[in-house]
């Protein structure tokens, strides 16, 4: 069988890892991929917003199943093309993906079908968003209602943080033209569950924890994440269950009812208040870095997982009892501003899985060219041992300017 994943970064590295493990997978192509993929799957260089190239590319191959990895795929309606013309996709349509496309198509689907979640308010206007917060206790949640990989969530503990805030969003339109949702602020600790959806179909994988400050004790600026393990030993089997019928069984019901069935990777991103379990976001694919430290205890075949689910059939999951833990290395200045093509040395001489995210190849060597650019997973029957082993392999990566979290893990430890 041949696959085609679609996106570039270190989520899809491991779905290729994953997929790459199937007996029945003969070709792999990564569209576009990164270099670090190379020796996995054969790079196509089209965009993955290229729906017309995309689709071209899938009947030219006879590709048999198709995997979109970023949400921004979804958004462009890659898997309604595909569907259309009887070509087999593992990803929700544009219109059910809305459930990360759209902030406040989410959030009136939870306060419609009761779906626990924060209270909030959607603004198109600076100042009524600045007044309503002005009579607000902080900190407080404001959110971009639309896409921006991962970084249009600000939590404002004061009133000057808000007013930069809303005046980036509404007024300069940072990550583009759209409205904003303001939301209380919650507390507890948040866990990842994602769930493979086919209608009301849902079967969970093992939750994960990500890591989103740049720096050891969740300090510094948010970002697209420092790393994540799984298990979570502070999420307890109960509270899972009740995860799952609660908030991820009534979503995809709800998405049912709503005209716009769900099938592909529903992704709970939830936190354990002293309220109870609650919804902070939904994404409508694998979360990355969550994706890294999942598919690794996945011992059943992807490939055979993907199609049951697309085809409606049941499916037993088999589930490794390891803890993961993976570790990211980012240029430094990341989140920020930072500089590329800085030679990596030792990658060979590593016995962890290491997933691309941002890399480039120059006369045989890698070189860095994204902002988060490596990411190492190590499993072990503990979480210390797996968090000894990823730390251990990531100081052994030669490279002067990248820098990693060392404490990956350390809520549950």
Known sequence: MKCLVIGRGGRCHAIIDALAKSKKVTQIFAAPGNDGMRNLATLVNIEETDVVKMLDFAKKEKIDLTIVGPEIALEAGMVDAFKEVGLKIFGPTASAAMIETSKEFAKSLMMKYKIPTASYRT??????????????????????????????????????????????????????????LVEEYLEGPEFSLMCLVNNEMVYPLPIAQDHKRAFDGDKGPNTGGMGAYSNVDIISQEDIEYAVENI??????????????FT??????????????????????????????????????????????????????????????????????????????????????????????????????????????????????????????????????????????????????
């Open 123 to 180: 603004f198109t206007d600076y100042l009524e968003a600045l007044a309503y917060i002005k009579n607000q206790s902080f900190p407080i949640v404001i959110k971009y209602n639309g896409l921006a990989s991962g970084k249009g969530v600000v939590i404002a503990h004061n009133l000057e943080e808000a007013d930069k805030t809303l005046h980036e969003m509404l007024i300069e339109d940072f990550f583009g033209d759209s409205s904003v």
């Open 248 to 261: 991820m069984k009534k979503t995809a019901s709800a998405l049912v009812k709503e005209g716009v069935p």
């Open 264 to 413: 592909g990777l529903l992704y709970g991103g939830l936190m354990k208040t002293c309220d109870g379990i609650k919804v902070i976001e939904f994404n409508a694919r694998f979360g990355d870095p969550e994706t890294e430290v999942i598919l690794p205890r996945i011992k059943s075949d992807l490939y055979d997982v993907f199609c049951d689910i697309i085809d409606g059939n049941k499916i037993d999951l088999e589930i490794s009892d390891d803890y993961t833990l993976g570790v990211v290395l980012a240029s430094k200045g990341y989140p920020g501003k930072y500089e590329k093509s800085f030679l990596i040395e030792n990658l060979d001489d590593l016995d962890v899985k290491v997933y691309h995210m941002g890399t480039k190849i120059k006369e045989g060597k890698f070189y860095t060219a994204g902002g988060r650019v490596l990411i190492v997973v190590a499993s072990g029957k503990t979480l210390k041992e797996a968090q000894t082993k990823a730390n251990e392999a990531a100081s052994k990566i030669k490279c002067e300017n990248l820098f990693f979290r060392h404490d990956i893990g350390y809520k549950s430890l």
